[in-house]
C-alpha cells in the first residue's frame, strides 16, 4: 500500500508544477489544502487559496521560464502524511515586457509536505530552500540541463 501512496504522492506534485507551469488556476489549487501554506526563499509565506491565487496567477506583463534537474527526490509517507523532498537546480528567466533579465541558477532543496484527504492527496506546505547557485554550482547546472536530466 506504501508502494502504492508514494506513486500517488508523485503523480499530484507532477500535477501541480504542470498546472503552475501553464497557469491553470482551478487544477493547481484543487491540489492544495484549503490552508496550504507555500514559503518561498525570499518575501513573507503565502497562506490559503486566495493568497495563492494572487501571488502565482494573477496577470502580469511578467513571464518567468524555469528549467529544473532534479538531483534526487525522496518520499516518506506516515499514514495521512506525505513529506517529498527534491534537491535540485534550476534556471530561471523572468521577461518584464519585451526584455528578459540575465538568467539566475538556483540549487538546493524543496520540502512539501502532502495530506491525504477525502479526495487524494493535497499540497499542504511547502518550503523552497534554494539559494543562488555559485558560479561552479552553475557549471555544473548548466551542463545537468543541457545533458537533459530534468524532471
Known sequence: MEHDDTNDVLAVAACLRDAIRL?????????????????GPAGPPIVGHDAVRDALFVPARWRQEVEETVV??????LGRTAIVVR?????????IGRGALPAITMVGRTISVFRRQVDGWKLARWLNLMEK???EQ???ADDAIKGGNRG
Open 23 to 39: 497557469k491553470d488556476v482551478a487544477v493547481a489549487l484543487s491540489l492544495m489544502t484549503d490552508d496550504v501554506v507555500l514559503i
Open 72 to 77: 534526487d527526490v525522496s518520499v516518506e509517507v
Open 87 to 95: 534537491s535540485i537546480s534550476a534556471a530561471a528567466t523572468l521577461t
Open 133 to 135: 547557485a555559485q558560479e
Open 138 to 140: 552553475r557549471r555544473q
